[in-house]
Every structure is written in structure tokens, then in C-alpha cells.
């Protein structure tokens, strides 16, 4: 492995107008044109944080490079722990560093990742005997380098080493989002249009929209196939994937070409993009009504006209949920498949479903309006929670296998992210709320450089830094650096973020539980 240790660039602190950039797909709303950060800040109310500039060392020296060219970041540089697979660049941890290496005017890493992931993609997957789909991409790769014959291999991880050996779905959704935010960003479709890249999109898309016994238009998928890789029983048709995977579809879309191969598989994802908005937005989206509505559900019910349609049984709704559930607000839950729902909520999955349109203008207020009613329970004193609320005593035991790692209020449990803060901050921009990614990073601020950027920090509230968190956690690092340049420009939200599709708009009225 080859890790760059190069100095700081001097230029943190403001967007110089790059505007001149020309091209881009007719279909991708003009070109994102982001400009550089220079040495002064752009505005004169703008003071940039002392810790910026220690971010952006921290992130330079994470950088791997392949054959004297940066290809990604490692997850960790934490010398005081052992490696694991932290030494690793993951497909979906290099995503805020690559969004903030977009930012700072720098896309050839960008460039570099996205290319030598899809000829990874390319290469023969086997788990034992077992071979996986063509289209499947790596959960991570690394760098490794023989000094007797002075070369560089790359190994690729697709699941067979991960724990539990389960393939990531979530990678090729990423992978996808990111050749479209490189592309808005730069105005250079040539990546996007090149074969190789035309041929990785299909071979996800294909993966998705295979046919099988599915009555949903949902992703099936198993326990630990995305950011939650443990066992946490996010099993069936968790948010975080059905929300990546909608963004994908609608990304696929703006990038792949019209031609014979690229408009049948066009063909496909408009038809899913249809049933999966109408699916999600009708029996994953909880408001009070809908609790209401479900607490009164009558059981067995056999017919077209039934309303209870996935049989969920009202005595299975957890007390939590109805004290949680404030009278102005609302969320997509954690899953929904036959007589099961998960009320827990789940911050990747609702971010990800405000910046892909797949929420409406409605329910992204109101899945604004939720997290400013329960601050304390979602943010606390540390950014951010990834699911709510922690699962104890015999639930932990009989859905986590008794998981040391996961235990309450700690790591995929409970515990407080700080990468999920550039997301927060995305979909606090589009839905209009900057105010409330302001008092979260100011938060994230007070702690993050002094406590050496941990992966998760642990407790209700996220006092304490994780028990078994690494320190110098990259994405930890990226992830503020995005949410402070989205905070200071607006504009960069273009790369990552996909305008409403009125063609899809629902039928469903903002119910009365949200009037004053």
C-alpha cells in the first residue's frame, strides 16, 4: 500500500468563480460548476474554523496512491489499534472524500477511483464454490506492493472477507451517485460515456431490475449488506438500501446513453422508478395519522380491498414509537415486509430520500420538523445517530447474536455517527433548513479535533467517544469538511442532490396531523 503524505494545500478557505465550464448531459440541469478553494474566505461574515485546515491535512495524508496516481483514501489511520481491513479503501467511505475533493476543485482522484472500480467489477467474484453477479462491485480494495519486483497489485473485497461474508449492496449505488456527482460537478461526460463506465451502469442495473418472486418493487437483502454491516436486523427491505437504490435508478437515468443496450434498460428503470416512489411513499412514510391509522389496523383481512396489506399485527407496535412520534413531523421507518415493521428510525435512509426526491417537499419538512422535536434523541451532544432508538437486554441478544460490538447505544446501535453530518447538511439545504446543520456542526466542532476525529462516539446522547472506535477515521473527516463547504456555498448541493420528478408525483395530500 501507498499512502501519500503531501502537505495541506494552502487554498481552504474560499470558492473563486469557476463558472466559465462547459458541457454536461442535456438532462442534468445545467452544469455544477464548484469552483476552487482559494486563501481568503469568500465572504467577509465567513470565518473559517481553526480545525479546517488540520481536516484537510488529516485527509491528504489518508490518500492512497496505484502506480504513482491517488485512487482513493484508507478508512483509518489509527496506529494505536490493529489494521483489520481499516488499511482499506471502501467504495462507500471514499464518498465524502471524493465529494470534498470535488469541492476543492481537485477531480482526478475522483476520476481515478471511479475507473478502477468498475474494471473491479469487471473481474470473476467467487465466495467458496459460489459465483456472484456480474454486476456486483467491491466493498473495498487495497494497495498492495512487492518491493522485490517493484510492483503494484490491487486486492479487491467483494464480501468474502467482510463479516458474515455478505456482498454490498449499497457499493454499486454509490458508485453509480458518485459518477453523476463527478460529472455534474466537472461538466466532463466523457467518463461517464465511456464504455466501461455505460457497461458498469447496466451491470448494476441489470443485478436490480432482474426479474424473481418479488410482490415489491423494494430490494430484498440481507442482514449487514450496507453502512450497518453487522448483524442488527435491518434484513428484508431496509431504508438505507430502497433509498440508495431509488437515487441510483434516477442517476442511471441522467448518465446512461440512448442507444439500443441504453434504452432498453432506460425502459426498465422508469417502470421501477414508478412502483418504488408509490410503494415508499405509501407504506414506509409514518406520520401521527399513520401511526394512528395503524394502531386501529384490523388483522387477517383477504381481499384487493384490504388496508391492512402487509397483515401487521397492531399489539407488535413498540411503546417507544408512540411517544417518539411528535404531532408535526414524520419519517420513513427501517423496513416493511409481510407482518413486520421497523419503526426505528434510520438517518442514512431519510437523508438519502430528501436529496433523491424520493420524499416529497412535504415529507421533507417534515422529516425536518422530527429532528428538531427530538434533538436530544437524534443529536444530542454529538452528530449523528444512526438508528434510534437502541436495541437492549433480550431484543440485543435474540436480533444481534449477542454482538459485543453492538451492544446499546454503541456503533450501528445507537451510536452517534459524525459522517452522517454531510448528509444531514445536504438534506437540511434542499429542504430549506440550513439553520439546523448549522447548530449540528457547531456541535460536531466543539469535539471532533480534540478527540483525534473517532469513527462513532457511544452513550444516549454521544458523550463518550466508541469503545472500539478508530481514530482518524477518514470519512469522519470528510464528512465535516462537505457539510462546512455545503454550509459556506449552497451550490455544491447540486452534485449530490436530484430535483422532485413530477411525473412521479404522488396523489397523497400532507395529512392533517401537520397543519397548525
Not at 433523491?356 to 419538512?365: F, I, V
Not at 462546512?484 to 392533517?512: T, Y
Request: with cysteine; glycine share 6%; proline share 5%.
Amino acid at each position: 500500500m501507498s499512502i501519500t503524505m503531501s502537505p495541506p494545500r494552502n487554498n481552504f478557505y474560499r470558492m473563486s468563480d469557476n463558472s466559465s465550464r462547459g458541457g454536461g448531459f442535456d438532462n442534468l440541469d445545467g452544469v455544477y460548476s464548484p469552483g476552487r478553494w482559494t486563501g481568503t474566505p469568500r465572504s467577509a461574515y465567513f470565518e473559517p474554523h481553526p480545525i479546517v485546515g488540520d481536516a484537510w491535512e488529516a485527509l491528504r495524508r489518508s490518500l492512497v496512491n496505484f502506480r504513482g496516481q491517488p485512487v482513493g483514501t484508507i478508512a483509518a489511520i489509527d496506529n494505536s489499534s490493529e489494521e483489520l481491513n481499516y488499511d482499506q479503501v471502501f467504495v462507500r467511505d471514499f464518498v465524502p472524500s471524493a465529494l470534498a475533493f470535488l469541492m476543492n476543485g481537485e477531480p482526478e482522484i475522483v476520476k481515478n477511483f471511479l475507473l478502477k472500480t468498475v474494471f473491479l467489477q469487471s473481474r470473476e467474484k467467487k465466495i467458496d464454490n459460489f459465483k456472484l453477479g456480474e454486476g456486483v462491485m467491491p466493498a473495498s480494495f487495497k494497495v498492495l506492493h512487492d518491493p522485490v519486483r517493484n510492483t503494484e497489485t490491487i486486492l479487491a473485497d467483494y464480501g468474502e472477507s467482510a463479516i458474515g461474508r455478505v456482498a454490498p449492496v449499497d457499493s454499486g449505488f454509490w458508485w453509480i451517485i458518485l459518477l453523476r456527482a463527478y460529472t455534474k460537478s466537472t461538466g466532463d461526460t466523457s467518463l461517464a460515456e465511456m464504455p466501461e463506465c455505460q457497461r458498469g451502469i447496466q451491470l448494476i442495473m441489470t443485478l436490480c431490475l432482474s426479474e424473481g418472486f418479488d410482490t415489491f418493487p423494494t430490494l430484498l437483502c440481507a442482514d449487514g449488506c450496507c453502512m450497518i454491516d453487522r448483524r442488527m436486523g435491518v434484513y428484508g427491505y431496509p431504508i438505507e438500501i430502497q433509498a440508495l437504490f431509488f437515487m441510483a435508478l434516477r442517476c442511471a437515468l441522467l448518465l446512461l446513453k440512448r442507444d439500443c443496450e441504453g434504452n432498453d434498460c432506460i425502459d426498465r428503470i422508469v417502470k421501477r422508478l414508478h412502483a418504488l416512489s408509490f410503494h415508499m411513499r405509501s407504506y414506509f412514510w409514518l406520520d401521527i395519522k399513520q401511526l394512528n391509522d395503524i394502531y386501529r389496523y384490523k388483522t387477517e383481512e383477504y381481499s384487493h380491498t384490504a388496508v391492512n396489506k402487509f397483515n401487521v399485527i397492531p399489539d407488535s407496535l413498540p411503546d417507544w414509537v408512540f411517544d417518539f412520534m411528535p404531532t408535526r413531523g414524520g419519517y420513513f421507518i427501517g423496513n416493511v415486509s409481510p407482518a413486520k415493521m421497523d419503526f426505528r428510525w434510520f438517518c442514512l435512509g431519510n437523508c438519502v430520500a430528501i436529496l433523491s426526491s424520493l420524499a416529497t417537499p412535504e415529507q421533507s419538512s417534515a422529516i425536518m420538523d422530527l429532528i428538531e422535536s427530538r434533538w436530544q434523541e437524534l443529536v444530542g451532544e454529538m452528530p449523528l445517530k444512526i438508528c434510534y432508538p437502541a436495541m437492549e437486554s433480550h431484543e440485543w441478544r435474540i436480533v444481534t447474536g449477542c454482538d459485543p460490538k453492538n451492544t446499546s447505544w454503541s456503533y450501528h446501535n445507537g451510536g452517534s455517527w459524525p459522517v452522517l453530518i454531510w448528509l444531514l447538511t445536504a438534506a437540511c439545504i434542499k429542504a430549506g433548513r440550513p439553520q439546523i446543520a448549522k447548530r449540528a456542526i457547531e456541535l460536531a466542532e466543539s469535539r471532533l479535533l480534540m478527540d483525534q476525529w473517532p469513527e462513532y462516539y457511544d452513550g444516549k446522547l454521544g458523550r463518550f467517544v466508541g469503545k472500539q472506535a478508530r481514530k482518524n477515521q477518514t470519512w469522519s473527516i470528510a464528512g465535516y469538511l462537505v457539510a462546512k463547504m455545503m454550509l459556506e456555498d449552497p451550490s455544491h448541493l447540486g452534485m449530490i442532490s436530484l430535483e422532485e420528478d413530477k411525473q412521479m408525483k404522488p396523489q397523497m395530500k400532507r395529512s392533517a396531523s401537520w397543519v397548525c
